[in-house]
């Protein structure tokens, strides 16, 4: 069997934890291994705090992972971005979610635009004009914004510069950090296509990180659920929210609001009751116990105890779930 | 029974760049032990609505005609010393933000005990012992040790709950909730939704429901105006409304939410364009620059918030007499064969 072409193993990213000498880190990250092939495209979902959006940034090199790696075609890539060759750092490219720091308020788009081609020595300036002109009408914007600055753009307009940004180097894989994080609908859906038609356009691959699981069904072909740091269930879409199998999951589900009052009102509500915990006194056991609701179905309090591995599900060898309901099954690879 | 109406409501603001008209001619009645929806996007109106009916607005802004009658009273003509009565005690508003919204300086037994001495003239012990009972209905268990902390020392989500148990302490008749949706994870915006529905029930407090998620107003409201420009453009029980929407604004943003139960792949259906510029007055109807069933009289003129007859395009006979839309082409949009079906589980 070949290596898939984005291999990520065991990643585990840590932050130190308050100030005391001996504070424990905060492991952000524990663990989280998925793959990626050319093209694909992948949701990582989950509650704030999940670590969903520090795996983004440690594949593009801005969060050190402490141990775990990191494959691109089987070339494991540096820690940090700057220990990156630039020819690894064009291929991954990051777009951040929408906030007063993406984007630098003293650039003019063409400036921002024209950065990353300056920083990496693509083309002279007139070529390099001519890129920001074609990259803006990528994104839906015309050449005339070019000299205008962030602030006098709507938040869409300004996640469709950052997206052009990051495609400026022509890269392999987006990295999409919560995109359509605060947009209303309306604009969200046409920045959502215009993923959808960049992806196809480009054969992009994409690493999506959404708290919105419909979002994930729409624009990537596999999930990966992840609570306090850990991977609970991943597979395809179609599998996972077809027929998910954790309780995590069963309950994100059953918490997104469905545009139809009649099977709004069917459905089970808010199945997970109580508070989030802190990634940085994660619980014993599974990470998900002091929420579940089904742990009464495992034996001898094991899911306080014990955590479970990732096995493969009953019907088919794709999805994985991590949980004591199923430790019957088989790990995977 | 309705407790709050409101009728004919438009607000301007006077900005540097000239007039604002940030609300037009908005009507509604609010029924006890009910939500109501107010739905639309960023700059819809929804908030300055709300805002208006509290006396909240800034100084720049002016109700400039309408009503908002509530237990025989006025609001929009009471003075200042009625107004602080009124607002926290007999209406009350849940923000969206629990950190702005929570003085960090005082415990949370002070914050919530100030209100019942303020409005109820409670003392001080009798006020501590209603707050306890009020946080462990919000579901904080342990309310006396809650009570002494300061809003720092508790989650987002237990702050959001002690606002909750503040919003409810006087036992409104109405409750003003802005926006649930945009700070919260969707596992606690749907424990939060249950939390007001039950106290809702137990309480019959009446509730006004400021969102731009359609799907949050799909689950919690049974009735649902959709606001674009600050105007209503439909009006409908929520089933009737997502069933088959009435106006093409409404059916463009049921179309553009990315669901579960469309094939994997499926494209969005994103309106095109923007929301127009609030500062550059438009002739017609404020949606037709986005429309594609827009004809020259929707350009030259605002179409009225009309009901929707029984008979026309056979819609049933029970939901038809509650509707209202704003458009000239409900007729159209309205013909079952329309691909803007939600389908249906």
Known sequence: MTAPWLDVRALRVEFPAGSAPHAPALRAVDGVSFALERGGALGLAGESGCGKSTVARALVGLAQPRSGSIRLEGVELAAQAAHRPAAARRRLQIVFPDGPSSLDPRQTVGQILEEPLVLHRKGNRRERLARAVALLDAVGLDAGQLERYPHEFSADQRQRIAIARALALEPELLVLDEPARGLDSSVRAQLVQLLVQLREHFGLALLLTTQDLALVHVLCEDVALMCLGQVCEYGSCSEVFGAPRHPYTQGLLAAVPLPDPSAARRRARAILSGEVPTPAAPPTGCRFHPRCPVREQVPGERCAREEPRLVCAPTTQATQVACHLYAALTPPR | ?345
């Open chain 2, 1 to 345: 029974m309705s407790v709050l109406e409101v009728e004919h409501l438009s607000v301007r603001f006077d900005t540097p760049r000239g007039a604002l008209q940030a609300v037009s001619d908005v009507s509604f009645t609010l029924e006890e032990e009910r939500t109501l929806g107010l739905v639309g996007e960023s700059g819809a109106g929804k908030s300055v609505t709300a805002l208006a009916l509290l006396r909240l607005l800034p100084t720049s802004a002016r109700v400039e005609t309408g009503s908002a009658r509530f237990e025989g009273l006025e609001l929009l003509a009471l003075g200042e010393r009625e107004l602080r009565r009124l607002r926290g005690r007999r209406i009350a508003l849940l923000r969206q933000d629990p950190l702005c919204a929570l003085d960090p300086l005082s415990t949370i037994g002070r914050q919530l005990g100030e209100v019942l001495v303020t409005h109820l003239a409670l003392r001080r012990r009798q006020a501590r012992q209603r707050c306890a009972r009020a946080l462990a209905e919000v579901g904080l268990p342990d309310s006396e040790r809650h009570l002494d902390r300061y809003p720092h020392e508790l989650s987002g989500a237990e702050r959001q709950r002690v606002l909750l148990a503040m919003a409810l302490l006087c036992d409104p008749r109405v409750l003003v909730v802005d926006e649930p949706s945009s700070a919260l994870d969707v596992t606690l915006q749907a424990q939060m939704l249950d939390l007001i529905e039950r106290l809702q029930e137990r309480h019959g407090t009446a509730v006004l429901l400021l969102t731009r998620d359609l799907g949050l107003a799909a689950r919690a409201c049974q009735r649902v105006l959709v606001m674009y420009a600050g105007r209503v453009v439909e009006e409908a029980p929520a089933e009737a409304l997502f069933a088959g929407p009435l106006h093409p604004y409404t059916r463009g943003l049921i179309e553009s939410l990315p669901r579960f139960d469309a094939p994997p792949g499926q494209p969005l259906r994103p309106i095109p364009g923007v929301a127009p510029d609030p500062l550059v007055p438009l002739a017609g109807c404020a949606f037709a620059p986005r429309c594609a069933l827009a004809g020259a009289h929707c350009r030259a003129e605002v179409p009225p918030l009309e009901p929707w007859r029984r008979g026309e395009a056979g819609l049933g006979l029970s939901i038809a007499s509650e509707r209202r839309a704003a458009c000239f082409e409900k007729a159209r949009i309205a013909l079952p064969s329309s691909a803007g079906k939600g389908p249906r589980a």
